[in-house]
């Protein structure tokens, strides 16, 4: 039997959208967080931002935010810097936008990762965590793309995520340089690469 890509599967499953939403299925939406706690996606965050250095006004995008766990620790560590959330999930937004209220300099959109609703250039950094395997390869290889265009000259791409070992060629192809390539065993994750790229300046 061939190899079903994770949207493929999402749907055989009964997820009748064009995107699999945050636990799965819609109805899963309120054990999200939750989930998402016990398996050890708190630490990746902490570990992804910290590898970010985000400084003070930096304008910094969340793809595949989710409920916004990622964007609004960010924003808690940063204060100072312009975050935004982009996720297809409308049900998944509502719940980002009610956690961050009433907070200022946050926003959530919903985007694709691979159809990005933003100028070139837009951001100083990018963070993705726990997302881009979800996403078949046409789309990985797109979203890459993507991230290279919206992202200003030197710019900086953060990713935490599972089965990785595509990402970096993904990433080279699409003009951004690969710094760092850093697998490590987390809980019941198993293991997280984080890859930190640039784009050219």
Request: hydrophobic residues 40%; aromatic residues 4%.
């Amino acid at each position: 039997m061939p190899k079903l890509d994770p949207q493929t599967l999402s749907r055989r499953l009964g997820n009748r959208h064009d995107y699999i939403p945050a636990a799965g299925f819609d109805f899963l939406l309120p054990t999200y967080d939750l989930l998402t706690r016990l398996l050890g996606a708190p630490a990746v965050h902490a570990e992804l931002i910290a590898g970010a250095a985000i400084t003070p006004g930096q304008r910094v995008l969340d793809i595949g935010c989710g409920t916004g766990n990622l964007t609004l620790l960010a924003k808690n560590t940063h204060p100072d810097a312009d975050l935004t959330g982009c996720d297809p999930d409308p049900l998944a937004l509502a719940r980002a936008h009610r956690k961050a209220h009433p907070a200022t300099g946050i926003r959530f959109d919903r985007a694709y990762a691979q159809d990005l609703p933003y100028p070139d250039a837009a951001f100083d950094q990018v963070l993705t965590a726990l997302m881009l395997h979800h996403l078949d390869s046409e789309t990985q290889a797109a979203a890459a793309y993507e991230m290279r265009r919206i992202l200003r000259p030197g710019g900086g791409l953060h990713i935490a995520d599972v089965h990785a070992d595509r990402l970096p060629r993904l990433l080279e192809d699409a003009g951004l340089s690969c710094d760092e390539i850093t697998p490590v065993r987390q809980g019941h994750l198993g293991t997280v690469t984080y890859i930190r790229a640039r784009s050219p300046r």
